[in-house]
């Protein structure tokens, strides 16, 4: 296992990530769980949902198989990225054009006249959806080589130009505040390309996009576009679960109390972050080198490393599980309890938070797990469990809205995350996680998470007298 490479991977995404907070504490700050909040939210919604379903392996895990098997990569990779920014440019030409169905569509619940509001946020933010698609394809490529750092690394451009615009704009009126924000969604998209197409060059690696665009006409790669396209779309419904479920949780939460959204909003930046620097890095890293070993035929190698990660993901995202929600109020209090932001705010956040949690640990580990389905070509098997999950999350969804609320919402979403973590590991092979499990190593697991328990039990109770 590439554990240089997978702590390289979590650097850059932690490296994100914080200033990812740093950019929703001022948020929150200037903002609050406002209607302004919420209009940004649901017009950042969709681009941001296609981000962390492009981004964080979703398209990667469905290409990298075709690109590693296809004998014309250049020429393949080339025909690809016209399709896809041929496709998405007449998309966001369109969106531009007809803002408001696709924001009613965000937000069912709202009024006429709210969504007119939000509808020119939508338009710009929505941008921002053909950058990132450039964005992760360069990063693919990067992989390729086992380049993980600047794909992990940009999201820190994009939440550095939104923490400008809010150093700018904090005094201003909430609408200019949310324009100006949409604003710096897209230039910090632009420096994400400039990013990677200057690593791209750095290592040379332009030639094969730059050798592909050449010669595109000359070589027939007509039968591996036709495998990519097979393998695309169950891809993406297979990866996007947890992503799915959060847009649909904005959706049905526009029909809840104001603020709803900005709670959801804000605990869900607080779950993403374990497991995109845990789970997600390291899922990220294996894939290239699991795909190579099972095409070539050499699944002990693939195995032993499902094996290291395994445990390695159980204990760094069981100690998360446990201290997230042990330590939720003293966490939330000290990012956005200020300006704009109260403490009932807080309150509420803070059951959001503790009921995502409760889905870290399964979601992590099926990431994982589901690495050995696209590397071995399962896309539509993985996108079958997928369906199960995400039809799980709806149903408890709209059962527990109303006498939950916001958290009845990301509770249910925990909970397809279980189901999609069983009928992953059953499709893997139960047997193999039996004999992973049952390895001594859980009882140190075991003794280790009761241990930290009792210790961040302990620490919230200071803390909490402190604070209050």
């Known amino acids: 296992m590439k554990l240089k490479s997978i702590f ?14 740093g950019r929703d504490v001022l948020m929150a700050s200037a903002l609050g769980a406002s ?8 017009a950042f919604k969709l681009p941001n949902l296609f981000r962390r379903i492009f981004a964080e392996g979703a398209f990667t895990q469905a290409f990298m198989p075709s690109f590693v098997a296809s004998s014309h990569k250049g020429v393949f990779a080339t025909a690809i ?19 408001e169905p696709i924001t009613k569509l965000m937000a069912w619940g709202w009024s006429s006249e709210l969504i007119a509001q939000t509808s020119p946020l939508t338009a710009i933010n929505f941008w921002y959806l053909d950058l990132i698609f450039i964005v992760t394809f360069l990063g693919t490529i990067l992989q390729y080589k086992n380049h993980f750092a600047t794909t992990a690394m940009s999201t820190a451009l994009l939440n550095i130009a939104m923490i400008a615009a809010l150093y700018i704009y904090m005094k201003e009126e909430p609408k200019t505040v949310a324009y100006a924000l949409s604003f710096a969604v897209l230039i910090g998209g632009v420096l994400q390309v400039i990013a990677h197409l200057v690593t791209l060059q750095r290592l040379h690696l332009h030639k094969i996009l730059l050798g592909g665009y050449k010669y595109r006409k000359t070589k027939d790669v007509e039968a591996e576009k036709k495998q990519f396209s097979t393998l695309f779309l169950p891809g993406i419904l297979g990866n996007s679960t947890p992503q799915v479920s959060a847009f649909i949780d904005t959706i049905l939460a526009t029909f809840l109390a ?22 997600i890095a390291t899922a990220t890293v294996l894939f290239p080198s699991v795909s190579k070993a099972l095409k070539n035929h050499n699944e002990t190698l693939a195995y032993q490393n499902l094996n290291q990660a395994f445990w390695l993901l159980t204990f760094l995202l069981g100690a998360a599980t446990i201290g997230g929600i042990i330590l939720a109020e003293p966490i939330i209090w000290a990012l956005f309890e200020r300006g704009k932001f109260t403490q009932t705010q807080t309150l509420e956040t803070v059951r959001v938070l503790q009921m995502y949690l409760f889905g870290l640990l399964p979601f992590g580990l099926a ?3 589901s690495l050995f389905l696209y590397a071995s070509h399962r896309h539509l098997r993985a996108a079958k ?31 397809g995350g279980w189901v999609l973590f069983v009928f992953t590991v ?8 039996v004999e992973i499990v049952w390895a001594k190593k859980s009882i140190y697991f075991l003794l280790s998470m009761v241990l930290f328990w009792a210790l961040l039990y302990w620490l919230n109770t200071f803390l909490i007298t402190l604070i209050r």
């Open 8 to 21: 390289t991977n979590s650097f850059g995404i932690l490296f994100s990530r914080v200033t990812g907070l």
């Open 367 to 369: 990431k994982l797990f």
């Open 385 to 415: 469990i997928a369906l199960y999950s995400l039809i799980t999350s709806v149903v408890l969804s709209l059962l527990f809205m109303h006498p939950l609320g916001a958290s009845g919402l990301a509770l249910a979403g925990s909970i």
């Open 81 to 99: 990225f016209l399709r896809f920014l041929l496709f998405l440019t007449a998309f966001s030409l369109l969106i531009t054009l007809f803002p």
């Open 35 to 42: 209607v302004w909040s919420d209009m940004f939210f649901v």
């Open 426 to 433: 059953k499709e893997v092979g139960t047997a193999r996680f």
């Open 258 to 279: 104001t603020g709803s959204v900005s709670y959801l909003f804000y605990a869900n930046r607080l779950f993403q972050l374990p497991l995109a620097i845990i789970a």
